[in-house]
């Protein structure tokens, strides 16, 4: 029987009481369309990608997960304005999609290199690193309705797309996302891409915030960032078993933040919706100066803040997921002991209590 610690990035996550694996689009539409149709309160449905944003009990799960495995993306030509619309697959591979889009020049997505998961659950967490998201390029995506089995597109704005979140991650949109639509900016003659938005990348490119490098160039910085901070997969290294980055940036009113350290890195994040003025913070400063350093564990547990970037929970070899769970949860309680901040998961959690 299929188990969750065989698909997920942690390596945890219990028996699976049916699971089916879809390799084409028509696979996948068959497959979905039969479990929502079958599904009930005691046996939930699940699609899966690469299981990279998910912690899932050790308990059997009694429903029916379906793991999104169809290939494929395709170029369109530029359109007038310069735009290059692109579709993915949902099962390609995040990581190959920029890849693949670099190889050609195009730009808008090159500082999402390297993150893992497949390409339909990039909408699902609105995905963003080093100073892009994918709300900026994401044009539609053909989605299929739980209730209703009906398969159409949806435009963008559809799926209230906001950080780190979207209509599919709070259960407003049920179903499976079944191909994205991209729209890249075309090549430069220059072969530059955008500005470069995010402090970190910059300097690690030897250039200011607002300057051009080539998408390449781009793609490798962040590709070596993310390595550093153990936010690459790879086999040999135990911090990369993990979900990635564990907590959300918190966003709080401005007000409050003025009562924070005045090291504490503070962001300008717009105004709510009554108006009021918010602030994101680093989740991993708080975490850092609230005392839970890199590599801390709790006594006699197998699970550890990574020795590399205290935002990531790694599981240090057999680790169950109640004990990556009662670490998370000691963290959000050092951080609201002492700043007054709660820190919410970033990692869908199934039937856990964080």
């Known amino acids: 029987m299929t188990r969750f610690a065989e698909l997920t990035t942690t390596g945890i996550g219990g028996e699976i009481a049916h699971f089916v694996e879809a390799t084409s689009r028509e696979e996948l539409i068959e497959a979905a369309r039969e479990a929502f149709a079958n599904e009930s309160e005691e046996a939930p449905v699940l699609v899966l990608g690469g299981g990279s944003n998910l912690l899932v009990s050790d308990d059997p799960y009694a429903g029916t997960v379906i793991r999104t495995a169809t290939r494929g993306i395709e170029f369109g030509e530029p359109d007038a304005e310069g735009r290059v619309l692109v579709v993915a697959e949902a099962g390609e591979p995040w990581a190959a999609l920029v890849d693949a889009t670099v190889a050609k020049g195009l730009s808008g997505i090159e500082a999402l290199a390297g993150i893992p998961g497949a390409t339909g659950a990039a909408p699902v967490q609105n995905i963003g690193a080093y100073g892009q998201e994918l709300s900026s390029s994401l044009r539609r995506i053909e989605f299929l309705d739980a209730e209703t089995g009906e398969v159409s597109w949806l435009d963008a704005a559809e799926l209230k797309l906001a950080y780190r979140t979207s209509r599919l991650k709070r259960g407003e949109l049920r179903g499976a996302v079944l191909r994205v639509e991209l729209a890249l900016d075309a090549a430069r003659e220059d072969g530059l891409g955008a500005p470069i938005a995010f402090p970190q990348l910059a300097k690690a490119l030897g ?5 051009r490098r080539s998408v390449q160039e781009v793609r490798d ?12 997969l790879d086999p040999d290294d135990l911090d990369t078993r993990s979900s990635g980055s564990f907590f959300t940036n918190p966003v709080i009113s401005t007000e409050a933040a003025r009562e924070l350290p005045a090291e504490a890195p503070k962001f300008p994040a717009g105004e709510s919706e009554e108006g009021v003025k918010l602030t994101k913070l680093s989740a991993a400063w708080l975490i850092e100066h609230s005392g839970v350093p890199k590599g801390y564990q709790l006594p006699n547990s197998r699970a550890s803040i990574s020795t590399k970037h ?12 109640e004990e990556i769970a009662e670490l ?3 963290v959000q309680a050092r951080v609201r002991s002492e700043f007054g901040v709660d820190l919410r998961p970033e990692p869908v959690v199934i039937g856990l209590d964080i």
């Open 207 to 211: 250039a200011e915030p607002g300057d």
């Open 221 to 232: 910085a962040v590709v070596s960032l993310r390595a550093s901070k153990g936010m690459v």
């Open 310 to 321: 205290t935002l990531a929970i790694t599981n240090r070899g057999g680790a169950k997921a």
């Open 328 to 330: 998370a949860r000691y």
